[in-house]
C-alpha cells in the first residue's frame, strides 16, 4: 500500500482571537467530559472568560459529571444540555468546540460538519493564540512517554517548559500564565489533531513515534487513521521540524511531504536520522556533532519499545533547546509516566506494574517483553538454573511468573499477536469480562494457552495474589479498552492501584 499523494483538509481558520466577538457571539462545546482539565471544561471556561454565550452538552448526566457542571455553575453566560445532544443546537452556534470523545462516525458529529461551521478545540485555540514555541507528540504508541521524557529533559536543561493535551490537561489551562520564551509540550492524539487539520495548525517541532493498528472501529483503515495522525505536520512551515520514526513504514512515508526541515530517529544510523543507536550507544545530533550520548543499558526505562522512544524525545529536545547535560541525565533518570508500565510497588518481593493505557495488543506485546525479559534476569533464574529447573516443560528456563490482568472492551483489533506473543512465556493469565472477552480468550484456546475469566479487576487481582511468590510480576496491561466495568483507563488504573496499596 502506498501513502503518497492523501487527501488534504480543508483549512478553516478559527479566529477566535483574545475575546474578539465581532466573528462568533455563541459557542458550543459539544461534549464536556469528565475530566476537570479536559478540553470540554478548559473551553468553556476559555470562551466564558472572555464574554461569549457558551451551550455546554454531554449525553452525560449531571450526576456523571457533576464537578465540572459544578465548576462552570459560577458563569452566568455558560448553559447546559446535558443527557442529550440535539441537532439545533448546532444551528444556534457560531462555533463548535468538539471534545475527542466526539468521534466523525457519530451521528452528532456528521451533522456538525455539514453547518460548515468552524469545528475547533483547545488545541487549535492554543497553537492559534500562543506566542511561544510548541512541541507536539503523536503516535499510537510512546506518545505520552515521549511526551513527558522532552518535559523532564528541558527541564533539566533549565528550560521552562508546560505539559498538555491528551494526558488530561488542557494547555488552555496554562494559555494566560505561559511566556513567548516558555517552551508547550503537547501530546496529541489523532482525535486532538483532526480539529487541526480543519483549522489549518500544526506545531512547531512535530514528533510522530509510529503507527500502529488502533481505532479501527472509528477508521476507515489503516491510512485513514493515519492520515488524522499526519495534521501535527501537515501544516507546517519552512522554518518548521518534522521529527518522524524512519523505521515506520507509513510515518517515514510522509517526510517527502513535510514543508520544514527533517529530522528523523532511526535504530540505525541513516539521511535524514538526528538520533541512532551504534554500538551499544544512544547517538545524536548535537549542533551539528555526531555525539554518543549514554549507554543504552544506562537508560532509565526498560525495553527496546523505549530505545525508540529515547530517541524520539532526543531529537524533540534538542530541538526545542535542551542541553547535552539536560539531555543526558535524563535519559538515565527519567522514572515514566503514571499508568504506562509503571512500576507503583513492590511487596513481599513481588512487584506491582501498572500499564492500564495498554489498551492495545501492541501496547500489551510492549509490556510483555519488558518484563519477562527482567524476570529472565532475575535472582531466581540463577537459583533455577543451578538446580536444573526447567518450568512446565515447554517454556523459557527460569523465568519468574507473570501475572497478567489483561482483557476489557473490543476495539475491532487482531488479538493473534498477541497471543503469539504469550505463548511460551511463564504467565499465569486472567481475563476480564467485557465485550473483548470470546474474542481473545478463543486466540487461548488455539493456542491452547490457560487462562481464567473474571468478573471484576479485585477478583483476578486476588487470584494473582493467590499464587504470586517473590520475584513474580503482577502486571496489569489490559490491550483492551476500559468501557464497561470502569469510567475509562485511568479509573482503572485507580483501582488497580487502590488494591496494590490494600497488599
Known sequence: MTYRNRRRTSHVASSLGRGTRDVATKVLVLGLGSYPGGTGVQSAIYFAKRGFDVLVTDLKTAEQIGENVKTLKRYKNVEFRLGENKVEDLEWADVIVRNPDIKKILPIYKAAAKTGKPLINDITIFLEQATCPTVGITGTRGKSTTTSWIHDMLAKSGKKSYLGGNITVSPLTFIEKIKKDDIAV???????????????????????????????????????????????????????VFIPNLDDEIVSA???????????????????????????WLAAKVRGRETEIVKLSELSLRGPHNVMNALAATVGALEAGATLEGVRKSLKT???????????????????VNDTTATTPDAAIAALRAFAVETANSKQQTARLKAGNQRRGTLDVGRCTIHWICGGAHKGLDYTPLVQEARGKDLDIHVLAGTAYDKLTAEFDKKKIRYAKAETLKQAFDACIKTAKADDV??????????????????????????????
Open 474 to 503: 503482577v502486571l496489569l496491561s489490559p490491550a483492551c479498552a476500559s468501557f464497561g466495568l470502569f469510567k475509562n483507563e485511568f479509573d482503572r488504573g485507580d483501582q488497580f492501584n487502590a488494591l496494590v496499596k490494600k497488599v
Open 186 to 240: 503537547i501530546e496529541l492524539s489523532s482525535w486532538l489533531l483532526e480539529p487541526c487539520g480543519d483549522a489549518g495548525r500544526s506545531p512547531h517541532i512535530a514528533v510522530w513515534t509510529n503507527v500502529m493498528s488502533d481505532h479501527l472501529n472509528a477508521y476507515d483503515g489503516v491510512e485513514d487513521y493515519a492520515e488524522a495522525k499526519a495534521q501535527i505536520m501537515r501544516h507546517q512551515k519552512a522554518t518548521d
Open 334 to 352: 527519567f522514572g515514566g509516566v503514571p499508568y504506562r508500565q509503571q512500576i507503583v510497588a513492590v511487596k513481599k518481593g513481588i512487584t506491582f
Open 254 to 280: 510522509y517526510a517527502s511531504e513535510a514543508a520544514g526541515t527533517v529530522k528523523g530517529f532511526a535504530l540505525k544510523k541513516m539521511r535524514n536520522a538526528w538520533a541512532w543507536t551504534q554500538d551499544g
